[in-house]
């Protein structure tokens, strides 16, 4: 009997998948890769099944219907993702996914299937996919699907599993590679690295890992706001959208007292925790948060951001009012961005003194006189 699935509120747009065994609504339509994943689930599997990293998630919808929900784990690095993914589950009916984790479940599992974006990173794909095999069984299945040029995948594929089918799809609007593992071993490799930041007169040893921002270097964006930033400060401070740390470790006081890293990044914040203690920081707070909620009550005297470019300034925009909320009415924010014009009118929405200083091509707003709504 065929399935309907709801992925959103007011979806309009209806994808029927697997000869219409399965009817997806959805406000943009199913992803490229999370409609190959579904196309490709086998009928039957021995074993869990692990899904995750899809934004709408259909694929762990899918899963479910075929294998029942109590054999499917869906797994996502970021909380906001994760609540969404939740809230998909919960409205049609099926078992809550599984939280945000910082690492792939370890298993044992009989089939992972994953999507990977064609601009995914490499480093983090290979380090998922190392993950996925480990977490397998003995001949246990993987499925990779990616919605645009495959052959960097295949490789990784290949060479992580040392054998890997490639499906090509008619259109050849993305892939879909399999595997079996057929390797006993362990495949992950450790890719933490620890970058030096020197701010002020102290220096700091950040750890990094695949997936997280910022990953092997100190950003650009980054060290340009810590040339307009106070040396030692002792806060409380807030670092919104908090990555590895960097930011409020470089310009907080030693003990690190009053300090509040935030991300909906689970393996961010876990390195974040790290890095406090590391860098005689570990009074400091690292909170994972879906959408910036339930911060600590504390007299916020500065608050520092580097938000991402994607999301056409929304996330940019959250931070602002973040911070606009948080802070006393002495605080100040420093955000670093590129794009400077789009960035202006959302810091003068939320604070009555913004000023920009540009850094090579970056420019460090810094916000001050929180506007309160």
């Not at 590129?338 to 009118?345: E, F, I, L």
Request: hydrophobic share 45%; aromatic share 6%.
């Amino acid at each position: 009997m065929p399935q309907n699935f709801q992925l959103g509120l007011g979806g309009q747009h209806v994808d029927q998948v697997r000869g219409g065994q399965f009817t997806f609504a959805s406000r943009n339509g199913l992803a490229i890769s999370s409609r190959l994943l579904i196309e490709s689930l086998p009928k039957e599997v021995q074993g869990r099944v692990l899904t995750g990293l899809d934004r709408d998630g259909a694929v762990a919808l899918a899963a479910a219907a075929l294998y029942g929900s109590d054999a499917v784990t869906d797994h996502h690095f970021d909380a906001y993702v994760a609540s969404r993914a939740r809230a998909t589950f919960e409205r049609n009916g099926l078992a809550e996914c599984s939280a945000a984790l910082t690492d792939l479940p370890s298993g044992p599992f009989g089939l992972v299937a994953l999507p990977f974006e064609a601009r995914s990173d490499s480093l983090l794909a290979r380090d998922l996919l190392e993950a996925a095999h480990d977490a397998l069984q003995p001949g246990g299945r993987l499925i990779a699907a990616t919605d645009g040029g495959h052959k960097w995948l295949h490789e990784a594929v290949q060479h992580v599993f040392r054998k890997a089918d490639l499906l090509l799809v008619p259109d050849q609007r993305g892939a879909v590679i399999l595997a079996r593992r057929l390797i006993p071993e362990a495949r992950s490799k450790c890719r933490r690295h620890a970058i030096t930041v020197v701010h002020g007169e102290e220096t700091f040893s950040i750890t990094t890992r695949p997936g997280v921002f910022s990953h092997g270097r100190l950003d650009r964006g980054s060290a340009a706001l810590l040339t307009q930033a106070p040396v030692l400060d002792a806060g409380p401070i807030l670092d919104l959208g908090c990555g590895a740390g960097t930011l409020g470790i470089a310009v907080s006081a030693p003990g690190g007292e009053g300090l509040v890293l935030v991300d909906s990044n689970a393996r961010s914040l876990a390195l974040a925790a790290e890095n406090l203690v590391a860098n005689n920081r570990g009074a400091g707070q690292a909170l994972l948060r879906t959408d910036l909620e339930d911060l600590p009550k504390l007299p916020y005297t500065l608050a520092l951001a580097n938000p991402p470019y994607f999301g056409g300034g929304r996330i940019a925009e959250a931070f602002a009012a973040t911070a606009a909320a948080n802070l006393t009415d002495s605080g100040l924010l420093l955000m670093v961005v590129k794009d400077v014009a789009r960035h202006q009118p959302i810091l003068e929405r939320c604070f009555a003194a913004v000023s920009v200083t540009m850094v090579d091509e970056y420019g460090v707003f810094r916000a001050t006189i929180p506007q309160r709504s």
